[in-house]
């Protein structure tokens, strides 16, 4: 039976909240579930650039306020709130990503306490660099967290999550990977950047080329929340990723097979360094760095994914 088949519209009208909803993936989370007949609220400070069968609520990400009552009553929540870390890592920047994303998960614990009738699920955005950087190793849901910037802001996130959870909600963490997914004019799609530039002939190997990519296909990513959201044995972590991840030298040799670009020129490290804030006004540390994670739990449980491998599943997004 396919996951789509455990959404019945039929007999559930409530809808399901997405807060943080109006970049890439919210918006293709709110797509997929408007076409399974699902109402869709976006919570969001910014009005999606695109229109869809959704409806908008403004809200500061900051303090419960008249937004609060979009979740009463809602089917479930999903919390995709938080600053991009595609940029420089300025003081004020990570004070951003930071605040971001403790703000708003704060907010909305604290709003569903003052509702009658909470979500009965919160399905909570995570991230895979809570591993940090290995080199080689492979990390699933039982390895130590990293250290750095990204794994203490991963951990925070998580901690101020299970202190904002209703003790009676059942939550769900995604330890997210690189999302590859179409681009819909909404910004945030970091595949897009990287297709052009393997466009250009820029789509060669960065530094060493031995970092891990961790990824996952849009479509499975739409399928995972959805399964979090109505699979009531889902509790906890899980990591969100394809169950194969790749060095980065194979996937953008998979990304020039897709754009029909046989040529990618290489960038050393020193030219990364440079280049990525100078003409990129990003974090040199996205290329130079990754970190290869297995979804353990989630291929334990039998989830079986659309896309597994790398390079149909950027056939299918770019071909």
Request: with cysteine.
């Amino acid at each position: 039976m396919p996951l789509e088949a455990t959404l019945d519209t039929s007999t559930d009208l409530r809808p399901i909240v997405i807060a943080g909803g109006s970049g890439f993936l919210g918006i293709s989370l709110a797509n997929h579930l408007a076409r399974l007949g699902q109402p869709v609220v976006i919570l969001s400070r910014n009005v999606p650039r695109i229109d869809g069968n959704w409806t908008h609520v403004a809200w500061d990400g900051r303090r419960p306020g008249p937004w609060s009552n979009c979740l009463e009553g809602a089917a479930g929540v999903v919390n995709l709130a938080g600053r991009t870390v595609d940029c420089i890592k300025t003081p004020a920047h990570r004070d951003e990503i930071l605040r971001s994303r403790i703000e708003s998960t704060r907010a909305l614990g604290q709003a569903m306490r003052t509702l009658s009738d909470p979500p009965p699920v919160w399905v909570q955005m995570g991230t895979a660099h809570i591993y940090g950087d290995p080199a080689v190793s492979r990390c699933d849901e039982s390895s130590a967290f990293g250290t750095g910037f990204a794994p203490m802001v991963g951990q925070a996130w998580e901690e101020e999550f299970a202190s904002a959870k209703l003790a009676d909600q059942r939550g769900v963490v995604l330890r997210t990977s690189f999302v590859i997914g179409k681009d819909r004019g909404v910004g945030g799609g970091a595949l897009a950047r990287l297709a052009m530039l393997t466009r250009w002939g820029l789509g060669g190997k960065i530094g060493s080329g031995h970092q891990g990519i961790s990824w996952i296909h849009e479509a499975d990513m739409n399928r995972l929340f959805l399964k979090a959201l109505t699979d009531s044995s889902m509790s906890g972590a899980y990591i969100a990723s394809s169950p194969n991840p790749v060095p980065q030298v194979e996937f953008m040799r998979g990304l020039r097979e897709a754009v029909r670009m046989p040529i990618g020129l290489p960038a050393f490290r020193w030219m990364v360094q440079i280049g990525a804030p100078w003409l990129l006004n990003t974090d040199p540390e996205l290329a130079l760095l990754g970190r290869y994670v297995i979804p353990r739990r989630l291929l334990n449980d039998g989830f079986s994914f659309q896309f597994p491998e790398v390079n149909p599943a950027l056939a299918d997004l770019l071909a």
